[in-house]
């Protein structure tokens, strides 16, 4: 994003989020930027890459530079696609489908939350790019199979089911704010069912029925298997940890999963996804694809992230603080600026295409 | 703790202190919470959570949370009790027995401190709860005889002898404060026997007197054991710190150890309770149960103090800042705030029961 | 610099930063001193030596120290160099000649850059002191041959190739200010050049035509080694980072490697050039001579260098500085002071010539 | 120190240095406090510290503490001596006299400094305790002898060589207050010689001339050697940094070494004393005394320091802020202060005596 273009546009990811602040609602950036309890593991997600060192190449032709990969068989442009984060019209009115079309602009994939404003179908029928889903399993089973059943039917490639959040953590601010959706928002995709749920059960908000209610807080290995029975979709576990988790994820059979720790706002104190990537990378040895996310503010962060073992990585909140700012045009930038940064960062590091980030580019700082 | 009921109420334990630090006298609130010498190692109870990291697994069955356990077969309903500290009734008009009814209410067990401001008959005869009783081995051994006998026949059901304090540690700002105890409180359980002590030796306030007059610095393996000749009681050894004593306390046939710094206000720059235990709780091998306390303020901290060994854990100053917030309703709303937040900490661990935090949840940030 | 013969001038290099900060414009200053994105490197460029600690040697005489040597057969007063930085006319009007006169006055060497605001040729012949020439390798090979012969026969000694910057990195200060070079300066040595080209391209400052237009992205070890086959002078690469560049470097039979990190201005959240230095030097051998600029400041930063296997340093920063406080003469009080500090450093570290600075005078604090 | 004693004085040797900083002269308070350069050791001389953790001891009898240890076979009633510093009279009127009569009071050991404002003669003949005198090596042999030789006479007990002086560490505090000796004050101990020095160098104050002028930066061991074969005195050497020279010490057979860096005032970024000390005693194993400076401030650092294989201590800075905070009676509140720390100190560690502090009371905090 150069100068010329958007003149008073932020210059990187950390002053779109400094200027989103200043444009949205305190609950509402509150909601967005809030982690769990002592937020510890939302400023680690951040400052793990800073304690993380290149070492560049030298004298290596990097005039054309290739960031193109693939994930599940799906080629983007870039190696960063958009993760799931709820309520993006909060962040601006078009909501999830001002992302739909930056993701589609810079030739990327989004994953659509499950906690989204818009409906699978609007957000379907805004984009020709290619879309995932974030899939909670809920108590309903029903239900459950109509959500996926309908964004299989919409052409969404994969679905996403996460996998830390058994009951919601707990984010101070939110309690403080007494956060609940704004007036005329609603959890588009069970809608209807809410309406329902929330009439039973007058004095709570739709947020609070969402996790209380809807999700199940019983599910193992044998209701993500029920998933794959009942879809034809790659299925990805979303908020894996440890090594374990990771090498049962590839024994049953599953197409990926995201190193995540929800930006944070689950369990406080668990490491900074980053730091979890080597170990976990070793143990798959390339059986599934990994994808991270929690922390990518900058184009070195994903170069750190492919040279430990992630195929690609997701933005979440970065993207809410461009929507924020400037709608479509905001996302968009977003995703254009940290597309440029990885791409210099790729020349620096004398690499010119993402293959080619490994683990000989990296460093730890000891103190 | 929801913002329904307690609308004005702090949201963590850390927010329960600072409103406690604006309701209570400088003297009374600087006698709480200050440490020995630096703090070095007051901050360090509570900074060393912050490097332990939780390696939560996923896909496990979380619906039904189990937190009872019990200690010393005595069951309790979270593996939390109340520390023994000093001086309740600066805190609140009802002192230990506001303490103790929040003990009960919360289904845990309250260690009544040997400086306590109620006699221990008055707190025994409040509560149906269990307790336990903090012990100090005086130089008059007829004294302590007497006290363990009391104690014994009101139906205490353990004694925890502090064993690192031969003499008081010194905290800078009680000596900068003169803090005395204000006037109308006493150390109620040797009451007759200090009004009679300082009147031989009127100059010196009765927290100088109980100290330098009663307490015995000769205190030995072999005056623990004299104790354990004459009651009935199993008895704890409150203020381990090393692996050796731990064994010495195992071969002395003790029934159970605090790894306890006394919150810091002993010895300064002894490290982080939580840091002593993965090496004591090895060497123990559970032959006998091992508690701690120090710096625990979240659930989290909680799970991991399990998870390295711990069969339960204290908390004492948080319970001081809720008698000081609201009196009995504080304090139980802290043992509740606390109890949740190691439930939802069970949850997003992905254990259902208390036994199984096991070390590979662990881990610790290097840098 | 005693307090005697300057009594207003700066007692060390950073209060030389500070005075120059309050001298020079705001885009210049933010110019000279920033670093790429967050300036990790930048800092830790700086922190790094603060974290290495010396081990001096007692009862050793020192009444003679001996602080010259050689770099490449050319004898210097001291071990350390002036690094090649952009723009000297920005501190001061006589920019690069009193930079080049500050070397000669301490009978030091000069490393020339390419984005030097005064041509090769009267730098030449303001000087009688030896001077280095820092190359970019243009697109335009037929410029950069002669550039290569220009210098050749002006009598530089050495050419100092960059190969950390394929592309320029990313310094937000100066996009903030849209930095461009005031007017009236030129890139002196490609002045001709560079005004045809930006006729060309009317929108674009110099300096983005400077680097858009002419620098290469696509030099490989084939292009130094075509620039060895035509100049008779010896080659330093400057930029090395990694183990295997510099035996690299080594088998291509160049004559010296600078690390560096171009200051922190390049590729951001590379280590610190003090931390790269000692596996390198391990590496090379003694098989061509290591220099290492980034982050002296002190005379002990110098001798921890030299200890780690560099045969001299370059500081660059420092000597604009010197230049926007005082030019020719504030610039020789730099290199003075630096001077005296190495000397002050060397007698306690009880060595007296600069090949007495070996690894077992080093240790790392580690916490 | 009791409240009850000296109501308005510090709780502690820190507050002592905040008080004497608010009535000493700056340039005085800077000259005292400063050290060299970025003052990275001296601030390392304290942190350092606070990173080594005690291990307490339980159950041990501790109820008489015997503080009482000897020095090269001279009793003192507990580990800490006073460390040689310059220019007592700047502190308070009566100097160097005031100090030895706090010394004597607290029946400990006073290094007098070559650089006293007293003459040796004065403070022998104001105090019956005993005293060690610390020697520069002159150019002039025979002065070096003659001083010698008077002190012999006079009755100290031992010459303690600093080693870590060939030249004055650039302290950049007293170059910007141009610091010199107040008028009146002189360096006692060579005051006719520095006088006539001074007549033929009149425009330097006394304390560049007795630097330049006076000192041999060309001290070799054969120079330490010549020392012993015209004393009968001991020999400490102090200012020892490497395992290598206190062998050195050793075979050269002297008495006795203090692990010193001056206070952080010679040479910028080497170790923290305290850290330097394991390794050395390793490698001395007993063949001679070890003494440490630098950074005790806390009795626990007095415990640290012994059981890391010191056999006392010696606190500098801390005595110049009791002089200028009350004279004879704030030195003599100071070495009370830090004793009665220790004592306290010792009593919750679990041990009764000094010998009993051994390498197993000790940790060290690893992040």
Redesign the interface.
């Known amino acids: 994003v ?2 010329d273009i958007y003149p008073k546009l932020p ?2 990811l950390s002053e779109y989020e400094e200027l989103a602040g200043s444009v949205l609602d305190k609950p509402a950036y509150d909601y967005y930027r809030s982690g769990a ?2 937020e ?1 593991t939302l400023a ?1 997600n951040l400052q793990a ?15 054309k530079r290739d960031l193109t990969t693939t994930v599940l068989g799906q080629e983007i442009s870039m190696p960063i696609m958009i993760a799931p984060t709820a309520f993006h019209k909060m962040a601006c009115p078009s909501g999830e489908i001002a992302t739909a079309q930056a993701a589609e602009k810079n030739q990327t994939l989004m994953v659509l939350s499950s906690l989204s404003t818009t409906t699978p179908e609007e957000v379907a029928a805004s984009t020709s790019g290619p879309l995932w889903f974030q899939l909670y399993i809920y108590k309903d089973r029903d239900l459950t199979k109509r959500v996926i059943h309908r964004v299989e039917e919409l052409g969404y490639k994969a679905l996403c089911i996460t ?2 959040a ?2 919601l ?2 984010r ?1 601010r939110d ?2 704010n ?1 956060f609940s959706l704004p007036k005329g928002l609603t959890i588009a995709t069970v809608g209807d069912y809410l309406e329902k749920a929330m009439a039973e059960n007058a004095k709570n908000s739709s947020l609070n029925v969402y996790f209380t209610n809807l999700l ?6 044998r ?2 298997e029920w998933i794959r029975s009942i879809s034809e979709l790659p299925i990805i ?1 979303k ?4 090594t374990d ?1 990771a090498i049962r994820a590839v024994e049953h059979g599953f197409d990926g999963i995201v190193v995540s720790n929800h930006g944070g706002r ?6 900074a996804t980053i730091n979890l990537l080597p170990s976990i990378s070793d143990a798959v040895n390339g059986r599934l694809e990994i994808f991270l996310d929690g922390g990518i503010r ?1 184009g ?1 962060d994903v170069i750190k992230a492919l040279a430990l073992g992630a195929r690609a990585v997701l933005i979440g909140r970065p993207i809410l603080w461009g929507l924020a700012v400037g709608g479509y045009e905001g996302a968009s930038a977003v995703l254009r600026l940290i597309r440029d ?1 990885t791409d ?2 790729m ?3 004398g690499i010119s295409n993402v293959s080619e980030a490994t683990k000989d580019l990296i ?5």
Chains 1, 2, 3, 4 share one sequence.
């Open positions: 150069s100068g210059l990187s309890n002592d510890i680690e890459y800073k304690r993380i060192q290149l070492y560049p190449r030298i004298l290596v032709d990097v005039e996998v830390d058994p009951l953590g707990r101070e309690v403080r007494t199940d807080q019983s599910v193992t290995w209701d993500v576990l908020g894996v940890h440890r988790d689950q369990l406080d104190t668990v490491p900058r070195t940064e210099l960062a020349a620096l590091c460093g730890y700082r000891t103190a």
